[in-house]
């Protein structure tokens, strides 16, 4: 049985501080840092492997803010937004490359105090992909997939279709 008064916020944040923390000393390739410039905007990443064909990428960034409408709809306008997200990859496929991946994302979008057209949204997505190394340390990903957004200052939310393209840069690769 589940307690679920242990289940709290700050509970769930200090297991996977920890999580993140051991989790590296079993995996078969240290970490990676990355630069990335996409759709999403520009963007530093943490990579780091929890198995042979999975790995955990955390994400902070600046990109385009987004809007729910009141009634239907979303709005998607560029601009320096600032967010922070996370994705879980599980490669298949071509099991030399690892090229196609199965991934899980959560971003945050912060949204603009001084501005009402850029709201606080949480979108979640399930997407399929292909990353394609260009060179040595540059790497091409693209991906599409689903998702459900939540916009915080509407109190609404909205099952939306989600593409993505990144180059992303290795500044430091760890092995």
Same mark, same amino acid.
């Given at each position: 049985?589940?307690?679920?008064?242990?289940? #709290?916020?700050?509970?769930?944040?200090?297991?996977?501080?920890?999580?993140?923390?051991?989790?590296?000393?079993?995996?078969?390739?240290?970490?990676?840092?990355?630069?990335?410039?996409?759709?999403?905007?520009?963007?530093?990443?943490?990579?780091? %492997?929890?198995?042979?064909?999975?790995?955990?990428?955390?994400?902070?960034?600046?990109?385009?803010?987004?809007?729910?409408?009141?009634?239907?709809?979303?709005?998607?306008?560029?601009?320096?937004?600032?967010?922070?997200?996370?994705?879980?990859?599980?490669?298949?496929?071509?099991?030399?490359?690892?090229?196609?991946?199965?991934?899980?994302?959560?971003?945050?979008?912060?949204?603009?105090?001084?501005?009402?057209?850029?709201?606080?949204?949480?979108?979640?997505?399930?997407?399929?992909?292909?990353?394609?190394?260009? #060179?040595? %340390?540059?790497?091409?990903?693209?991906?599409?997939?689903?998702?459900?957004?939540?916009?915080?200052?509407?109190? %609404?939310?909205?099952?939306?279709?989600?593409?993505?393209? #990144?180059l992303k840069y290795a500044i430091l690769s760890r092995k």
């Amino acid at each position: 049985m589940i307690n679920y008064s242990s289940l #709290t916020l700050r509970n769930l944040f200090i297991a996977f501080f920890f999580f993140l923390v051991i989790s590296p000393s079993f995996s078969q390739e240290n970490h990676t840092v990355y630069v990335n410039l996409g759709g999403q905007g520009i963007e530093a990443s943490y990579k780091y %492997r929890i198995t042979y064909d999975t790995h955990v990428e955390a994400f902070v960034g600046l990109g385009p803010g987004y809007q729910l409408e009141e009634k239907n709809g979303y709005s998607l306008e560029y601009g320096f937004i600032p967010f922070a997200k996370t994705n879980l990859k599980w490669h298949f496929v071509n099991e030399e490359e690892r090229k196609f991946y199965l991934g899980m994302q959560a971003k945050y979008s912060f949204g603009k105090v001084t501005d009402e057209s850029f709201n606080k949204i949480l979108l979640t997505e399930l997407h399929i992909g292909h990353e394609e190394r260009v #060179t040595k %340390r540059l790497l091409f990903n693209i991906h599409a997939g689903g998702g459900y957004m939540q916009d915080f200052d509407v109190q %609404r939310g909205e099952f939306i279709f989600t593409c993505g393209v #990144t180059l992303k840069y290795a500044i430091l690769s760890r092995k």
